[in-house]
């Protein structure tokens, strides 16, 4: 078992483009984009288990639990949003390991 201090860097680009028609009017287009990095500080939590086979060969198993947020990109002329949810993110490992 482990936990501790999480940080992720999250870098992103945004762009939308989008076409209305709006009758009698014709179509109107809006268009943007917005680039942004932010530090996203958080925690987790882990558990690991190992099965010895042989001397040498083992199989493992583990999983971990993290959570950082949410991460949102606003482009403030339309009001356009994307958000990236990080605060229920789930990582599992299995495998094989060779001791020499």
């Known amino acids: 078992m482990s ?15 989008q076409t209305v028609s709006i009758p009698g009017a014709g179509l109107g287009t809006l268009s943007g984009s917005i680039s942004r ?6 925690g987790f ?4 288990f190992s099965v010895a086979l042989t001397d040498s060969w083992s199989v493992f198993a583990g999983a971990q639990f993290q959570s950082v947020g949410e991460y949102t990109l ?27």
């Open 74 to 100: 606003t482009h403030k002329a339309s009001g356009q949003q994307a958000v990236l949810d990080l605060s229920q993110s789930i990582f599992v490992a299995v495998g094989v390991s060779w001791s020499f």
């Open 45 to 48: 939590v882990a558990g690991n």
């Open 37 to 42: 990095e932010k530090l996203l500080p958080g």
């Open 3 to 17: 936990g501790g201090f999480a940080l992720v860097y999250a870098f992103s680009d945004f762009s939308f483009d």
